[in-house]
């Protein structure tokens, strides 16, 4: 009888902590939507994946230098990483807010003027931040992870921050003493990426995410982590 053929094992890269897309738990595990969802699509695909926090960009680098198989990081869709990589379907909408010290009264990018802002790495939000930073007169200081951010903001050395919508309000919602003030703005889906060569590992992911979205397991795993209203 012929023998059965091996399952095919992936390293994916992501982020240290994102939430709620990539984070770790009180068991310092990492949960999330994106770590379940690729779960849940490497088990109906019949694939297996090792998960690795290495950060936003670095998970980047990693899978551009042929050194990961796939990136699952909160990854906005982008015609610049389109003509890099392949990506997914887009699976969750996002935008770009920026968000302020609670109490400050700074609500505007006008109000940035001789201000200096936190950026992250590497991500949407910061190309936003330098397309708009001539304009609006600011300068920037840029972190590696999405917390040092944060916190270059809660203690005033920053007055400001850009990132993605649903990651900021997450964090507000979990105690985090910033507000957002803007609209989201340059609004794209997140999607799962790999080298343009993986057209496999690719075809496997939206195929299955597809099953997930028409089986219902794809809004239960978002009800998990943004509860019912998602
Ligand atoms: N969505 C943003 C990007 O793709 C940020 C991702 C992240 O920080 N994990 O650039």
């Known amino acids: 009888k012929p023998a059965q053929a091996a399952e095919k094992h992936y390293t994916i890269g992501t982020d240290v ?4 897309f990539e984070f770790a738990n009180e068991k310092n595990q990492y949960v999330g939507i994106d770590i379940d969802l690729m779960n849940a699509i490497a088990k109906t695909e019949g694939f297996t994946v090792t998960i690795k926090p290495v950060g936003f960009n670095a998970a980047v680098q990693a899978l551009e230098a042929g050194q990961i198989d796939g990136v699952i990081a909160g990854m906005s869709i982008t015609p610049e990483r389109q003509e890099k990589f392949l990506m997914s379907k887009p699976y969750y909408n996002v935008g770009v807010v920026m968000a302020v010290k609670q ?3 700074i609500k505007s990018l006008k109000q940035l003027k001789g201000q200096r802002v936190a950026i992250k790495t590497g991500t949407a939000a910061a190309n936003y931040a330098l397309s708009v930073k001539d304009k609006y007169g600011f300068t920037t200081v840029t972190f590696d992870d999405s917390n040092n951010m ?5 203690t005033g050395n920053s007055v ?3 990132e993605d919508s649903p990651v900021m309000q997450y964090a507000i919602n979990t105690g985090l003493k910033l507000s957002i003030v803007t609209k989201p703005a340059n609004p794209t889906g997140y999607g799962f ?4 060569k993986n057209t496999e590992l690719m075809a496997q992911f939206n195929a299955g995410l597809k099953k997930l979205k ?6 239960k795993i978002l009800q998990k982590y943004l509860g019912t209203g998602s």
Do not use: E, M
């Not at 944060?150 to 809660?154: E, I, N, R």
């Not at 028409?214 to 809004?219: D, E, I, L, P």
């Open 193 to 196: 990426a790999t080298n343009k």
């Open 160 to 162: 400001a921050c850009f």
């Open 214 to 219: 028409a089986n219902g397991q794809y809004t």
């Open 103 to 105: 109490g400050s009264k």
């Open 150 to 154: 944060y916190q270059d903001v809660t």
């Open 17 to 20: 902590t994102y939430a709620p």
